[in-house]
Every structure is written in C-alpha cells, then in structure tokens.
C-alpha cells in the first residue's frame, strides 16, 4: 500500500521519516475513522450549533473525550444496561451474549473497553 504517490519507490530515511510517520498514522489511525469522527463533530453540532461547539471542544482534554465515550467503570449499571439491551439476530439464551454477560463484563478493567463497542 503506498502512502503517497509514488511511495512505493521512496527509501525512509533521516530527513523523510518525519514525514512517513505521519502518513503511516494517517494510514492506518486516521482514515479508517474518519467517517465516524465526522458523524460525530456533526452530532454535537446539531445540539450545541457551531460557535457552542467550537467554544466546547477548545475546553475538552484528551482525558474528557475518553470519559465521555466510555465512562468510569463504577459509574456502569450492568444490570440496567441489560435490562435496555436489544439483540439483533441473536437472543439472550445465545451462547456469546450469556458469555459476556456473566465474564465478559464483569472485570472493571474491561468495562470501559467495552463500553466502547456498546
């Protein structure tokens, strides 16, 4: 896969590496989320309108961006969170959703983590 045009036929070296980094976090960090970071800039767009917005994201902290997408692992309900559960082309006598619902969610470690696929 090349990162540039041409890149194929490009050697790294001390004074482009800077440069192939970037591209390689472009690659493989950026562009495969990008439609989703625009979908959702777009959704706190539409509640706060743009100069809110602007004003919010300018006060944000990496740290806050992670807690709003995954929360604190004390702060989860499980229960509450199974009860609003819906399944789609499976039920809950599957084996997979027993599965996470007796281990999968249960260590606080991994919650945050998955609460990010929820």
Not at 44 to 72: H, I, V, W
Not at 76 to 85: E, V, Y
Request: net charge negative; hydrophobic share 35%; glycine share 8%.
């Amino acid at each position: 896969m090349e990162l540039c045009p041409g890149g194929r036929d490009l050697v790294v070296n001390s004074k482009n590496r800077h440069r192939y980094v970037k591209l390689l976090i472009q690659c493989h960090f950026v562009t495969p989320v990008a439609e989703q970071v625009k979908c959702f800039a777009q959704g706190f767009s539409d509640l706060l309108g743009n100069s809110t917005l602007q004003q919010f994201l300018r006060a944000l902290e990496p740290e806050d961006l992670d807690l709003m997408l995954y929360g604190k692992g004390h702060d989860l309900c499980i229960q509450d969170w199974k009860d609003h559960t819906e399944y789609h082309e499976y039920t809950e006598a599957d084996e997979q959703i027993i599965w996470f619902w007796q281990g999968g969610i249960l260590d606080p470690h991994t919650q945050p983590v998955c609460m990010g696929f929820s």
